[in-house]
């Protein structure tokens, strides 16, 4: 395979200085083409995700393919003013010329993509790279392989390999296409290896936009409509099963309503996720990606009750079909293991507080989240919240949905992430920002420069 890929990336190379002639009708169309293959394949996508993940078609259709529609057809209608170049305005050192920037695209771009949303986190980026006038080499993840393969397959039907190639494969795989001097790597996955990622980019110099995870906390003060709340926070924390990286991990709470909030967060999970008679829904509830990740997620759960955390509700894992049950935990030690890494899995911890001091200042000792969530009626405290935290994005009184909107950054900061995807946001991401001064004939450097005896005036 690395002989394969060898030659790929040498065919790129050249091919993008073609590539970066291209106009906009012409990247419509390779978007336009890129769409037609994905709904020819609509069929073997929704199979794949099943199989990866047990989502059902109604989760894949709004969490992974009408997503990718929506955001290329966003990029088919706005592109062209996207690439237009930006008119600014003069200096005293070039009054005479016109200012201009220019997005040229970065060239060979290599894109790495995680398990949990496999389709879409994958062709996201895609569509951002295309629309800016790039090659691409992708990498989508071995932990959902069904997945994987059809979208190879995809890119083999509408692309030329000198143009964008798919290569299936894990870490291994993704450590050689790290070692190679990309015009820009766009990664989304952990932390841990966001971390391996950005050293592996820094031998090259090679710029790198990274989408990775952390605990995103979801903030209830006592003036929030607990109802609202506890059916919204259900429905973002147990889509495909917690496996989200904007998933609202844990709840921060004011003491007065925990033990209201947890008698709706447990009804509003039965009317979504359970069946009249009382069993979990496997049609409506994904399974745990693999047998690590069960493993992994049970293990938090031992963790906390053995340091003396209380289960409210569920706690239950069944091996067979890899699910866990959606869970609660309270009363949580300070030394549990659910509060120092991302939980990935349906279990929502909940921390309370008297004062919302001490729930930002909890939120503060932690990592800069990917998502902070507020529930909260007092206009005074959201404020008071946004300005003393920070966060990738935030959504008031609702969870997940501002990842939906092309017009808005989608990204991290710090730990969470580098750099922001969706939309123009995504079209700069794959552009590089170049600065043109267009001279005059009527220029006047002259007055700047040497001699410098008798120029004091010109200051
Ligand atoms: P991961 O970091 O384990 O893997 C991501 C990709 O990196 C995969 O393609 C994998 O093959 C590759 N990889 C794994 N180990 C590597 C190594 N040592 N060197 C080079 N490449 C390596 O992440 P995951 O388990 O697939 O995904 C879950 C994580 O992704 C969570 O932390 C989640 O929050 C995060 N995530 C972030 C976003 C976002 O948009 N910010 C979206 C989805 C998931």
């Known amino acids: ?45 929704y199979a794949a995700l099943q199989s990866d993940l047990r ?16 955001e290329i057809d966003f990029a088919i209608k706005n592109l062209s003013d996207w690439m237009r170049p930006v008119k600014v305005g003069k200096t005293i050192t070039a009054l005479t010329a016109k200012n201009r920037i220019y997005y040229e695209p970065k060239g060979v771009c290599l894109i790495i993509s995680p398990w949990n949303y496999p389709f879409q986190l994958l062709m996201a980026p895609l569509i951002s790279a295309i629309a800016a006038g790039n090659c691409a080499i992708l990498k989508p993840s071995e932990l959902s392989s069904e997945t994987s393969s059809i979208i190879c397959r995809i890119i083999e039907k509408c692309f030329e390999e000198s143009e964008v190639s798919c290569f299936e494969g894990d870490a291994e795989l993704s450590t050689y296409l790290l070692s190679l001097p990309f015009d820009h790597i766009f ?8 971390k391996i990622v950005m050293e592996a980019a820094a031998k090259n110099l090679t710029s790198l936009t990274l989408e990775l995870g952390g605990k995103s906390p979801t903030l209830i003060d006592e003036t929030a409509n607990l109802d609202t709340a506890a059916s919204k926070i259900a429905w973002g924390k147990l889509t495909n ?94 030394n549990a293991n659910i509060m120092k890494e991302e939980i990935f899995g349906p279990v929502l911890p909940i921390i309370t507080f008297k004062k919302i001091e001490e729930a930002i200042s909890l939120i503060n000792k932690m990592d800069k989240p990917l998502a902070l969530y507020i529930f909260s009626q007092d206009k005074k405290r959201i404020q008071q919240v946004i300005k003393n935290t920070s966060a990738g ?39 590089h920002e170049r600065a043109i001064v267009f001279q005059s004939k009527l220029e006047m450097s002259n007055l700047i420069y040497p001699p410098y005896e008798k120029k004091g005036w010109v200051l």
């Open 1 to 45: 395979m690395i002989q394969t890929i060898n030659s790929v990336f040498k065919a790129q190379q050249a091919h993008k200085y073609t590539l970066r002639n291209s106009n906009a009708t012409q990247r419509i169309n390779k978007l336009s083409a890129l769409k037609s293959s994905i709904q020819a394949h609509e069929k073997e996508i």
């Open 55 to 70: 989502k059902s078609e109604f989760e894949s259709a709004i969490t992974e393919i009408i997503f990718i529609y929506a």
């Open 187 to 194: 990664f989304t996955g952990s932390t841990a290896v966001g």
């Open 241 to 334: 099963a917690g496996q989200t990286c904007i998933a609202p991990d844990y709840i921060l709470i004011h003491e007065s309503l925990e033990q209201a909030f947890i008698e709706k967060y447990k009804s509003a999970v039965h009317q979504m996720f359970y069946t009249k008679s009382g069993e979990l829904n496997l049609d409506s509830y994904a399974k745990i990606i693999n047998k690590k990740h069960f493993n992994r997620i049970e293990a938090l759960i031992s963790d906390a009750v053995d340091k003396g955390a209380k289960i409210p509700f569920g706690g239950n894992g069944d091996d067979a079909t890899q699910t866990i049950t959606p869970t609660i935990l309270t009363a949580l030690p300070e």
């Open 393 to 431: 994005g935030t959504c008031v009184n609702d969870v997940l949905i501002h990842i939906s909107n092309p017009k808005l950054p989608f990204g991290g900061v710090n730990r969470s992430g580098l750099g922001s995807c969706h939309g123009q946001y995504g079209f700069k991401t794959f552009s």
